[in-house]
């Protein structure tokens, strides 16, 4: 299944919110520095939907288009 996901770096906590429609907007502690947040983001929805995701674009950028393994 693949998503949408807007990224807020530095947010007060973790979270992921349903924007309906394969969009999602993921909140993460983690800076965007180094890849720290890409990081953070994977575990986020790992957790979120208990299984592997893995990012296929926008590693740099806050949208991102993530593969989650049904």
């Known amino acids: 299944m693949r998503i949408t996901v807007d990224v807020k ?3 007060r906590d ?7 429609e394969g969009h999602f907007l993921v909140r993460v ?5 180094k890849g720290k947040a890409n990081i953070a983001v994977l575990k986020v929805l790992r957790r979120h ?3 592997h995701a ?5 590693h740099t950028s806050t ?3 993530v593969e989650i393994e049904e």
């Open 49 to 51: 939907f208990g299984r």
């Open 14 to 20: 973790d979270s992921v919110e349903d924007l309906g």
């Open 63 to 65: 949208r991102k288009i």
């Open 29 to 33: 502690k983690a800076p965007r520095k």
């Open 54 to 58: 893995v990012i296929l674009s926008g």
């Open 9 to 11: 770096a530095n947010s």
